[in-house]
C-alpha cells in the first residue's frame, strides 16, 4: 500500500509539495509512517503573511472565543489519545503508554490554557503626578514561530501552541523532520477546533532551511525554540538580529545524586526511570549518577540487576519497558559515546549492546558506566541515549558540587531520607528543576518548566508563567 502523504497547512488550506520526506517507524524499519511535505521559501513566506493578516482579528477575538476554540481542542485530543498515542509511538519508538500519555498530557494542556485565556489580567498602580492614572496591561505579540523537537513530539507543540493561541498570537508552526506525524495530527485537530483560516499555519521541512528562515525573519514577532545546544545559540542570535523576541530550551547532563541514607529500592527505580526510560532521550534524562561511598557497590548492583529485567523491543508490543532509539544517527551517536567512554577509562559496568527483535529497528540495551570521573566526555556532553554514568563521592557537599559542575542546568535530582540535604539540595542546586527521591524527568503540566545556565535561555514555559513570554506589557497614562 503506498503511504499517505500530507501536506503543509497554511491559510486554513492544505498546500502539497513534490519534495517529501520519509517518516519511519524506528521499531520497524520497513513500515513507512507516512511521507510529508517539505515547505519551499515561498510556503514559508506565504505563512507568515496569512498569520500576520489573522493576526488582527484572532487578537481583538474575546477571551471567551479562544477558551471555546481551546477547549474544543482539548476535549478532542483528549478523546483522540490513543490513536494519537499510537501515531507518536509508531514514529518516534516510545512505548505506547507513554505515547497515550503524553498525547493526554497535550489534552489537558489545551484545557488549562482554555483557562489562562479568560485570566488575562492587568494592574493599576498609583501614579507620581496628581491626578493621572496608571494601567498596565498584557497584549498578544503577533506572529509566534514555534520549532521543536522530536522527543515529544506532542506535548511540547501543545505547550507552546496552546498559550500563543490563549493570549491572542498567531502560529508558524515547524515541527522536527524525523517524527511529523503526531505534531501534523495535533495541528490539524487545533485547527479543526475552529481557528479562523491563517491563524495556526504548519510548514515542514528541515531546521538547517525552514528553522534558520524563521528565526531571522523580520517578521515574525516572537520565536519559542526547544531542541539542542548545538542549534539553539544560533537561533538566538538569529532573532536577535531581526530584532524578535526569542525563548530556548535545550539539553540538560542532569545529575542525580544517590546518598548513602537513601531508600535503596527507591534510589534504583528512580535511577532506571530517569536514565533509561523513553531510551534516554529526555532533556530531564538523569545521565550522571552521582553515589556516595557508603552505598555505592550496593546501589549499582542493584541497578545491574534491574537493567537485567527491562524488555526492550517493539514500542508498539505490550509489555515493552524501553522501545528502540529514534534512529540511525542517534544509534551510531550512541555507539560512538560507549567507545569514548571506554577509550577514557570508564567501565561499561552493564548493557550497550544492539539488540535484534522480531523486526528490523535501532534497539540497543540501556548501558552503565561506572568508575567514571567528572572531566569524562560522557560525563560533560549531552548524550540524548540510554546511557548514564556512576560518579562516586565521599559525602553531601561533594555531591553537590559534582551536580552543579556542569554548563548545563535543566534537572537535578537527590535520593535520601534525610530532610536536612533534600532541603538544602533544593536551595543550591543550580537547574531550572529539582527532584526529591523522583526521577529527573516526569512533570506537572500547569507549573513552569525550563532550564538553567546553557540548558535554557529566556522567560519559562508552561503554567501561568507562559504569558510571560507570549504576551507583552503596555503601560498607559490618562490625565484627567
Ligand atoms: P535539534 O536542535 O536538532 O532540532 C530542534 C528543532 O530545530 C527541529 O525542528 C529542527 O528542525 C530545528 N532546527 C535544526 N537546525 C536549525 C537551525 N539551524 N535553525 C532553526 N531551527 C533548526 O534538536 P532535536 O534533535 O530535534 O531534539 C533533541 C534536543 O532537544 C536535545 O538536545 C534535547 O535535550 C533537547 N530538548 C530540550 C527540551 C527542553 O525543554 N529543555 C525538551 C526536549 C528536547
Redesign the pocket.
Known amino acids: 500500500m503506498t503511504p499517505a502523504t500530507f501536506p503543509n497547512l497554511i491559510d486554513g488550506r492544505t498546500v502539497d509539495s513534490s519534495d517529501l520526506n520519509t517518516d519511519i517507524n524506528p521499531s520497524n524499519l520497513s513500515d513507512v509512517v507516512g511521507r510529508f511535505a517539505r515547505a519551499s521559501r515561498a510556503d514559508l513566506d506565504e505563512a507568515i503573511g496569512s498569520a500576520r493578516r489573522a493576526f488582527t482579528s484572532w487578537s481583538h477575538s474575546t477571551p471567551q472565543h479562544r477558551f471555546d476554540v481551546l477547549d474544543r481542542a482539548g476535549t478532542e485530543i483528549l478523546a483522540r489519545k490513543d490513536e494519537l498515542g499510537h501515531l507518536l509511538s509508531r514514529e518516534q519508538g516510545k512505548p505506547l503508554a507513554d505515547g497515550i500519555g503524553e498525547a493526554a498530557r497535550a489534552g489537558a494542556i489545551f484545557k488549562f490554557f482554555a483557562g489562562e485565556a479568560l485570566r488575562v489580567g492587568g494592574e493599576k498602580i498609583a501614579s507620581v503626578r496628581p491626578g493621572i492614572e496608571v494601567e498596565v496591561t498584557r497584549e498578544p505579540l503577533g506572529v509566534v514561530g514555534l ?6 513530539p506532542l506535548a ?1 507543540p501543545a505547550w507552546k501552541m496552546a498559550p500563543a493561541l490563549a493570549f491572542g498570537n498567531t502560529i508558524v508552526f ?5 517524527v511529523p506525524a503526531s505534531p501534523w495530527t495535533l495541528a490539524d485537530i487545533v485547527q479543526k477546533a475552529g481557528l479562523p483560516p491563517g491563524v495556526l499555519n504548519l510548514v515542514l521541512g ?3 532551511t ?3 528562515a ?2 531571522s525573519s523580520p517578521d515574525i514577532d516572537a520565536v519559542s ?8 545559540p ?2 538566538a542570535a ?1 532573532a536577535v538580529k531581526a530584532g524578535t523576541r526569542v525563548q530556548l ?4 547532563k542532569n545529575p542525580l545524586v544517590v546518598l548513602d541514607d537513601a531508600d535503596l529500592p527507591t534510589a534504583v527505580s528512580v535511577a532506571v526511570n530517569g536514565a533509561f526510560f523513553q531510551a534516554g ?4 534524562a538523569s545521565s550522571r549518577i552521582i553515589v556516595t561511598e557508603g552505598i555505592h557497590k550496593r546501589f549499582v548492583d542493584a541497578m545491574i540487576e534491574r537493567m537485567k529485567t527491562l524488555v526492550i523491543d517493539d514500542a508498539l508490543k505490550p509489555g515493552t519497558d524501553i522501545g528502540p532509539v529514534v534512529d540511525a544517527r542517534q544509534l551510531e551517536k550512541n555507539v560512538e559515546y560507549l567507545g569514548i567512554g571506554r577509550a577514557e577509562g570508564a567501565t561499561l559496568a552493564y548493557g550497550g549492546d544492539r539488540l535484534r527483535r522480531d523486526t528490523d529497528g535501532y534497539y540497543m540495551a540501556p548501558a552503565l558506566f561506572t568508575e567514571t570521573t567528572p572531566a569524562m566526555r560522557i560525563n560533560r556532553e ?1 548524550i ?1 541515549g540510554p546511557i548514564a554514568s556512576v560518579i562516586i563521592v565521599k559525602d553531601y557537599d561533594a555531591a553537590l558540587a559534582m551536580a552543579n559542575d556542569t554548563p548545563y542546568g ?1 534537572s537535578a535530582g537527590i535520593v535520601t531520607t534525610s530532610l536536612k540535604y533534600a532541603s538544602h539540595f533544593k536551595r543550591h542546586s543550580t537547574s531550572g528543576l529539582v527532584m526529591v527521591n523522583l526521577p529527573t524527568a516526569g512533570l506537572d503540566y500547569h507549573v513552569p ?3 538553567r545556565k546553557k ?2 535561555y529566556g522567560p519559562r ?1 508552561q503554567g501561568s508563567y507562559a504569558k510571560e513570554f507570549y504576551t507583552i506589557v503596555k503601560t498607559a497614562y490618562t490625565a484627567p
Open positions: 520549532i521543536t523537537p522530536w522527543n515529544f511540547i515547524k515541527p522536527a523532520e524525523l528541515p531546521g538547517s525552514l528553522g534558520a524563521m528565526a525554540f526547544t531542541g539542542s545546544q548545538d542549534v539553539g544560533s537561533v538569529a530550551e535545550m539539553g540538560g532521550q529526555r532533556c530531564t549531552e540524548f535543566l518548566f525550563g532550564g540548558s535554557s514555559e
